[in-house]
């Protein structure tokens, strides 16, 4: 396909920890369309961060990739090693925006002075007209009086401004890929609607191809096109968000699902994921999530499931999808959002 | 005096202020509600609407500039006798919102947990029974007791909060925003044990939240704040029945819907505060049903009324 924008092969990342090696990523493969949005989702340790660290090669020092490839324009990017290559895709062409905006502001620079430096550094703008595009950055995110809040601190911004000020440091970069890793998870559910909101004008306005990185399945609803959802540092499903959210395969995206506040009825028992997650410092053998499911088969715990496709643009890892499978039906409030009757 | 038709724990006209001379600022401003024995009371706010504030009134922590609470139709703020403070420290419990700065990390678990228990004439034998029945309680092994807080995960570390506050068999636990901090599968176990202790102890939560999608699902009555002053109180139903002030009908349409279809329809509303006419005509605190309060002027009562009238007809058709 041509209007593949990045696309991931295999990959897979380690981590050598006290002498021990976690398997952070295990055999990944995604390709990413231009000007789509999608959505990572998974728990906390499932490896949705480092898989978008890798693309900007942000891998802590202990890290590195052990197999696989990541193609973006024209070039393996698991194939650069000195910072100066970086450079050229970090911010320049992949931004991120990180999760707490309290802290990825530098609280000794006016607000101005920081997107300042990306206009400079990335659009190669100076003086005058470096001022004037800060300021019409800062009048694109939603920040009123652009003007006077140039000349102040971040301190003398709420939590949801100081996200749009990071929003704006990052479009100012004029990215083609928009990282949002956990944009919203520390603001109010008022803010996080109207950032949300934010993200998909600028997504139209600067083209951007978007990647959004959550825990929480009820936020993606509205922004994106594609969900991915990662388990144990695997990709278990994919498709377009109507296939996931109503036609979900995976018993992981199903229990994800289930313990949703907004499907359950008030007085029942809420659904809740048993045991923990699996520790990736030894190989796993078959499904990672068989442990835990109780839908698991024997095959589970002997063989790593493929992927099985159930639509051209929807496919699962798991082996119930398999014909020679017991049928097994989704839990209610699966049937329950199928049928669209809810928060009615 | 303390008959079951008393709210457990009622505010009247409660004002919390900071500060004092030009510095003064007013966090919350004449709030007033009841709470009823056994119940889930949700106070839902954007950050900064003073919920935490009222929650720490409550259990003594603030002092209170004006008004009263009232705890089983005793006063409990302002000045009081000592040994009415330590029962009232002992009944009224907090849940904090952040487990992983919530706890002391130079302490034990044993020590974390049973902190609220030294002085109250416990022999050692039996503190350390207290410590290992609370942490089964919530779903915790005995032996980790002796750990340290940084050996345990989210989820974990917020049971042990929970413990902290269960020790002291209180009545009334204020739970600040308990899994905001937390991850979606983990927020769930975290409100499974909360409703289940509820059933098998009979207690009463002030639940605090900014989420509306939770408070749904644990609250029987919901009260919406705004800038430190009450803007609406009603059954939980109702109030996502029948939003009558914008700003709640603001929030209600910020909940996220795990559903695309009806994400794509919803329209996001923005509540602005100059929408009132307050100027000629003031708010009071008014009951629009019964049961169901809401900050108007008389011209928005009458509209809101008439608002029920209609929703009241249409749900018999």
């Known amino acids: 396909m041509s209007n593949t924008i990045l696309s991931v092969e295999g990959l897979r990342v380690q981590f050598s920890l006290r002498g021990k090696v976690l398997n952070a990523i295990r055999d990944v493969s995604l390709t990413l369309e231009k000007g789509e949005s999608l959505a990572i989702v998974g728990e906390s340790g499932s490896g949705k ?28 990017l698991t194939q650069y090693t000195t910072e100066k290559q ?23 620079k006016t607000v101005g002075a920081q997107i300042t430096e990306a206009v400079v550094l990335h659009q190669g703008l100076s003086g005058e007209a470096a001022r004037a595009e800060t300021v019409r950055i800062l009048g694109d995110v939603g920040i009123t009086d652009p003007e006077r809040r140039y000349k102040q601190y971040p301190h003398e911004f709420s939590g949801g401004m100081r996200q749009r000020v990071v929003i704006a440091i990052a479009v100012a970069c004029r990215p083609e890929i928009l990282i949002c890793d956990e944009p919203t998870t520390a603001l109010d559910v008022t803010i996080q609607a109207q950032i949300l909101h934010l993200i998909r004008q600028l997504k139209e306005k600067y083209q951007l191809t978007t990647i959004y990185i959550t825990h929480d399945l009820g936020v993606v609803a509205s922004v994106a096109d594609r969900i991915a959802v990662m388990y144990a540092g695997d990709i278990v499903e994919i498709g377009r968000c109507e296939e996931v959210f109503c036609d979900p395969r995976h018993p992981y995206t199903w229990a994800l699902l289930s313990s949703l506040p907004q499907l359950a009825e008030r007085g029942d028992e809420l659904y809740s994921i048993q045991g923990t997650p699996p520790n990736l410092f030894t190989e796993i053998q078959g499904d990672a999530f068989a442990p835990r499911n109780p839908h698991a088969l024997k095959i589970d715990f002997v063989k790593r499931p493929p992927y099985f496709e159930v639509s051209p643009t929807h496919r699962a890892r798991t082996w119930l999808l398999d014909p020679r499978a017991p049928k097994v039906e989704p839990p209610e409030s699966i049937r329950k959002l199928r049928e669209g009757g809810l928060w009615k | 005096m303390s008959n079951s038709n008393t709210p457990l724990v009622q505010v009247k006209d409660l004002t919390v202020t900071f500060g004092s001379g030009r510095q003064k600022f007013t966090a919350v401003q004449n709030v007033s509600f009841d709470i009823r ?42 000045r009081i006798p000592r040994a009415l ?53 919530v779903g915790l092994l005995p032996e980790f007791a002796s750990r340290f807080p940084h050996e345990f995960s989210g989820g974990q570390r917020q049971r042990i909060g929970i413990a902290r506050a269960l020790i002291m068999e209180p009545e009334f636990i204020v739970a600040d925003e308990p899994i905001s901090a937390l991850d979606v ?48 109180l009603a059954d939980t139903e109702t109030l996502f029945r029948h939003p009558l002030h914008p700003y709640t009908r603001a929030l209600l349409s910020a909940v996220p819907i795990p559903d695309p279809r009806a994400e794509r329809e919803k329209k996001l509303v923005v509540y602005d505060p100059s929408c009132h006419e307050y100027d000629a005509d003031p708010p009071a605190w008014c009951e629009a049903e019964p049961g169901h309060f809401v900050r108007a002027n008389r011209r928005e009562l009458d509209a809101y009324q008439t608002i029920l009238q209609q929703n009241g007809d249409n749900d018999h058709d």
């Not at chain 1, 900007?56 to 024209?74: E, P």
């Not at chain 2, 935490?52 to 009263?68: K, L, S």
């Not at chain 2, 009232?70 to 006063?75: A, D, H, I, P, T």
């Not at chain 2, 004439?121 to 309680?137: C, D």
Request: proline fraction near 2%; include cysteine; aromatic fraction near 6%.
């Open chain 1, 49 to 76: 961060s480092v898989l978008c660290k890798t693309f900007m090669g942000l891998l802590d020092a202990n890290g590195s990739i052990t197999a696989g490839h990541i193609w973006f324009g024209g070039e393996d």
């Open chain 1, 86 to 108: 970086w450079l050229g895709i970090r911010g320049k062409k992949i931004a991120m925006v990180m999760q707490d905006p309290m802290t990825s502001l530098n609280p000794l």
């Open chain 2, 37 to 78: 024995r056994g119940e889930t009371f949700g106070l839902v706010g954007e950050s900064g609407s003073g919920k935490t504030t009222i929650g720490r009134a409550i259990i003594r922590v603030n002092p209170v500039a004006g008004g009263e609470i009232l705890y089983n139709g005793q006063r409990i703020s302002g």
């Open chain 2, 85 to 137: 403070d330590r029962e009232v420290t002992r009944k009224l419990q907090m849940i904090f919102q952040d487990p992983m700065s919530s706890l002391n990390e130079r302490a034990k678990v044993d020590y974390i947990v049973s902190e609220g228990l030294y002085g109250r004439g416990l022999s050692e034998a039996q503190r350390r029974e207290k410590v290992e029945q609370a942490l089964r309680e």
């Open chain 2, 185 to 232: 599968s983990i927020r769930a176990q975290v409100l499974n044990l909360l409703s289940q202790l509820q059933k098998q102890r009979g207690l009463t939560y002030l639940f605090i939240s900014h989420d509306l999608s939770v408070m749904r699902f644990i609250c029987d009555r919901i009260a919406v704040i705004h800038l430190g002053r009450l803007v609406e």
